[in-house]
């Protein structure tokens, strides 16, 4: 499911101006992560470690709204 956003009101909405004039408004992240702790529940639970992680990734990313946005044909989109 997702909701159009109102750019007009969107607190954003200068970020956005900005941004998507880019040829890639995007954004990547590369950092060195202690896995101890996960690698050890995964192994609790018996189920694979790149699953477990895989579901964590997407579960914190999923949320912060603002990962959740997507711009399609002009338009910004916020997906449940």
């Known amino acids: 499911m997702r909701t159009l956003i109102d750019q007009a009101t969107w ?3 200068e970020h956005f101006a900005f941004f998507s004039a880019f040829e890639e408004p995007f954004f990547g992240l590369v950092a060195d992560v202690d896995i101890t702790i996960a690698r050890a529940e995964a192994r609790r639970l018996g189920v694979s470690f790149f ?4 579901y964590q990734a997407v579960a914190a990313a999923n949320s912060v709204e603002a990962f959740r946005h997507r ?9 449940d």
Do not use: D
């Open 11 to 13: 607190p954003r909405r």
């Open 51 to 54: 699953l477990y992680y895989l």
């Open 71 to 79: 711009i399609e044909q002009g338009q910004v989109y916020c997906y």
